[in-house]
């Protein structure tokens, strides 16, 4: 009896038990996550990039840069087919597909007196998106960016701009980090609970300190404050999160564009279940310090946080944050890159909150907000747990 029963057990529960590597993934290829006409001022590098065919391959040279990365990582938690390449006739209606979508490029460059040398950053921000095949839903999104320094003697221009980031994708490989963020994750069928970003508000005199086209191009400003939150939380908490497209409803759809058969794909996006709203209220510079040789700034961001569950009217997190840090700068610098600073600052604000959802630091806790938030972000920590 006692072996009839572990026979009983075994077989009950064995068929539910999904391993790993059990999980087929489709990798249909590099997409943009942006329309033709929008591709020159979001993508405009890898956007010419992606015209260069790699001859081996036959494919361009981002696309294969990126296969290549791919077929040779080791994926834990996934069983990815890399052989039907944008064959869609192949896949089953069932199928889980993978791609990597390029939401939004830019660099910025200024002189550094210190060293006599223009320093310029290209930062490129992305989403690994999983969907099912059948009814274009889509199942999980794991944001990631990178970013690449270009030192140089003289002001760069386009085509020097242009010709550093083709180095930087054929030789530096930046898409390796892919294998890591993908292992973080256990990529599931059906999601019972989801998460995102659903409003990014940006405040009239936060506009005061941003690039001259901020206002005209806000959209783009609205998707990167969400990208780059969304990145945070989810690295440190290992949780898909649901992408946000300003100027598209929750609920809406989101683009996907195939570069290597101008293959376009409406993908539909959940609602979340929890939702996030930031409310970017402005930015402070104050000389704090200065002396013969350089001066002490402190560059300060100021942010409201919503976190909520709309269907039960219930507010998890409802706080203003300030972030502050501290940049020198050398005396008699003229051009600096205020905006960059900025967002620097916030991309720390951003890292630190995610962090002390985890662990509170007592110090982050009293400079950052003015109100009390430990309990609250213990709360936080709960509900991240739910989406996972």
Same mark, same amino acid.
């Given at each position: 009896?006692? *072996?009839?029963?572990?026979?009983?057990?075994?077989?009950?529960?064995?068929?539910?038990?999904?391993?790993?590597?059990?999980?087929?993934?489709?990798?249909?290829?590099?997409?943009?996550?942006?329309?033709?006409?929008?591709? @020159?001022?979001?993508?405009?590098?890898? @956007?010419?990039?992606?015209?260069?065919?790699?001859?081996?391959?036959?494919?361009?040279?981002?696309?294969?840069?990126?296969?290549?990365?791919?077929?040779?990582?080791?994926?834990?938690? +996934?069983?990815?087919?890399?052989?039907?390449?944008?064959?869609?006739?192949?896949?089953?209606?069932?199928?889980?597909?993978?791609?990597?979508?390029?939401?939004?490029?830019?660099?910025?460059?200024?002189?550094?007196?210190?060293?006599?040398?223009?320093?310029?950053?290209?930062?490129?921000?992305?989403?690994?998106?999983?969907?099912?095949?059948?009814?274009?839903?889509?199942?999980?999104?794991?944001?990631?960016?990178?970013?690449?320094?270009?030192? @140089?003697?003289?002001?760069?221009?386009?085509?020097?701009?242009?010709?550093?980031?083709?180095?930087?994708?054929?030789?530096?490989?930046?898409?390796?980090?892919?294998?890591?963020?993908?292992?973080?994750?256990?990529?599931?069928?059906?999601?019972?609970? #989801?998460?995102?970003?659903?409003?990014?508000?940006?405040?009239? #005199?936060?506009?005061?300190?941003?690039?001259?086209?901020?206002?005209?191009?806000?959209?783009?400003?609205?998707?990167?404050?969400?990208?780059?939150?969304?990145?945070?939380?989810?690295?440190?908490?290992?949780?898909?999160?649901?992408?946000?497209?300003?100027?598209?409803?929750?609920?809406?759809?989101?683009?996907?564009?195939?570069?290597?058969?101008?293959?376009?794909?409406? +993908?539909?996006?959940?609602?979340?279940?929890?939702?996030?709203?930031?409310?970017?209220?402005?930015?402070?510079?104050?000389?704090?310090?200065?002396?013969? =040789?350089?001066?002490?700034?402190?560059?300060?961001?100021?942010?409201?946080? *919503? +976190?909520?569950?709309?269907?039960?009217?219930?507010?998890?997190?409802?706080?203003?944050? #300030?972030? =502050?840090?501290?940049?020198?700068?050398? *005396?008699?610098? @003229?051009?600096?890159?205020?905006? #960059?600073?900025?967002?620097?600052?916030?991309?720390?604000?951003?890292?630190?909150?995610?962090?002390?959802? +985890?662990?509170?630091?007592?110090?982050?806790?009293?400079?950052?907000?003015?109100?009390?938030? *430990?309990?609250?972000?213990?709360?936080?920590?709960?509900?991240?747990?739910?989406?996972?």
């Amino acid at each position: 009896m006692k *072996k009839l029963f572990l026979y009983l057990i075994f077989f009950l529960i064995w068929p539910f038990q999904i391993t790993a590597n059990d999980t087929k993934i489709f990798y249909s290829g590099f997409s943009f996550s942006n329309t033709y006409e929008s591709n @020159s001022r979001l993508a405009g590098y890898t @956007s010419k990039l992606i015209t260069e065919i790699n001859k081996n391959t036959g494919i361009n040279i981002i696309s294969s840069a990126l296969l290549d990365t791919i077929k040779n990582s080791d994926f834990k938690e +996934i069983n990815l087919d890399t052989e039907n390449l944008l064959d869609f006739d192949k896949y089953p209606d069932n199928a889980i597909v993978m791609s990597v979508a390029l939401q939004h490029e830019e660099f910025t460059q200024e002189y550094n007196y210190n060293s006599k040398t223009f320093v310029g950053f290209y930062d490129a921000y992305f989403q690994i998106l999983f969907y099912d095949f059948s009814n274009k839903n889509l199942i999980a999104s794991i944001p990631f960016d990178f970013e690449i320094q270009i030192l @140089s003697n003289e002001k760069l221009n386009k085509n020097q701009i242009q010709d550093r980031i083709k180095d930087f994708y054929l030789k530096d490989k930046p898409f390796d980090q892919l294998e890591q963020k993908i292992n973080q994750f256990s990529i599931k069928q059906k999601y019972e609970l #989801r998460i995102g970003v659903t409003n990014v508000n940006i405040q009239e #005199r936060a506009f005061e300190e941003m690039p001259a086209n901020s206002k005209k191009n806000q959209n783009s400003i609205k998707n990167l404050l969400a990208q780059t939150f969304s990145k945070w939380l989810s690295m440190h908490h290992n949780i898909a999160i649901v992408p946000y497209m300003e100027g598209q409803s929750i609920g809406n759809v989101m683009k996907l564009r195939f570069v290597q058969t101008d293959e376009v794909y409406s +993908i539909q996006l959940p609602n979340p279940d929890y939702h996030i709203h930031i409310n970017l209220k402005g930015f402070k510079k104050v000389l704090a310090k200065t002396s013969a =040789v350089e001066d002490l700034f402190l560059y300060g961001s100021f942010l409201d946080f *919503k +976190i909520f569950q709309p269907d039960l009217n219930k507010v998890y997190f409802d706080h203003g944050l #300030r972030g =502050v840090t501290k940049v020198k700068v050398p *005396k008699g610098q @003229s051009e600096i890159n205020d905006w #960059r600073k900025y967002y620097y600052n916030m991309e720390i604000l951003f890292d630190d909150f995610s962090k002390n959802i +985890i662990k509170q630091d007592k110090k982050w806790l009293k400079q950052t907000s003015k109100n009390n938030i *430990k309990k609250d972000l213990k709360a936080l920590k709960e509900l991240l747990h739910k989406v996972k």
